[in-house]
T-cell receptor
Framework: DTEVTQTPKHLVMGMTNKKSLKCEQHMGHRAMYWYKQKAKKPPELMFV???????INESVPSRFSPECPNSSLLNLHLHALQPEDSALYLC?????????????FGSGTRLTVV | GQQLNQSPQSMFIQEGEDVSMNCTSS?????WLWYKQDPGEGPVLLIA?????ELTSNGRLTAQFGITRKDSFLNISASIPSDVGIYFCAGQLWETSGSRLTFGEGTQLTVNP
């Protein structure tokens, strides 16, 4: 299995809702990432988990809350989002600090906040 | 923070033509990566470069890691319509806190049949 699977593919939520994005990989990668991508822009790093511990938080607002229950799963909990948070949210994984095939990205969750 | 300058921003070419795009940075990276992204999908890795000066090919794609570790180019030969998409360069830096990937702004490629 050489894929990163993200669910749901699309999500529409109100500003008072609580929702979660899910990411799963079975490649034995020990680093997992959340990126945010706006239209026609490059992905921007949000969080890095290394060996199931949060190692990098790029000053992301607290309305985004990551969680890594085990080495294969990564969640992003969303609460009280703003319309400007609408974007494509990408999950990725890699062999942390080991020469490998770069990052593997999922197909993303297209989030719309209304 | 680190920034990657990717050029050109967009290219409009005829099928069969060759394409070249490049990235430069003021910082050194451990690894340079080239990704392609189709609409509504995540980036897909095309080529990874690990050594300064390394030249690597993947089918019609050729990429090189600059000798200073601060730049890279990607060439696509004999373009075809399915080459359409956004191409991103990315520099990977290994830190004590983990691995960090920084992307260029992307090159939008359009191929006319």
């Amino acid at each position: 299995d050489t894929e990163v699977t993200q669910t749901p593919k699309h999500l529409v939520m109100g500003m008072t809702n609580k929702k979660s994005l899910k990411c799963e990989q079975h490649m034995g990668h020990r680093a997992m990432y959340w990126y945010k991508q706006k239209a026609k822009k490059p992905p921007e790093l949000m969080f890095v988990y290394s060996y199931e511990k949060l190692s990098i938080n790029e000053s992301v607002p607290s309305r985004f809350s990551p969680e890594c229950p085990n080495s294969s799963l990564l969640n992003l909990h969303l609460h009280a989002l703003q319309p400007e948070d609408s974007a494509l949210y990408l999950c990725a994984s890699s062999q942390d600090r080991v020469r490998g095939p770069g990052y593997t990205f999922g197909s993303g969750t297209r989030l719309t906040v209304v | 923070g680190q920034q990657l300058n990717q050029s050109p921003q967009s290219m409009f070419i005829q099928e069969g033509e060759d394409v070249s795009m490049n990235c430069t940075s003021s910082s050194i990276f451990n690894t340079w990566l080239w990704y392609k992204q189709d609409p509504g999908e995540g980036p897909v890795l095309l080529i990874a470069l690990y050594k300064a000066g390394e030249l690597t090919s993947n089918g019609r794609l050729t990429a090189q890691f600059g000798i200073t570790r601060k730049d890279s180019f990607l060439n696509i030969s004999a373009s075809i319509p399915s080459d359409v998409g956004i191409y991103f360069c990315a520099g990977q830096l290994w830190e004590t806190s983990g691995s960090r990937l920084t992307f260029g702004e992307g090159t939008q490629l359009t191929v006319n049949p």
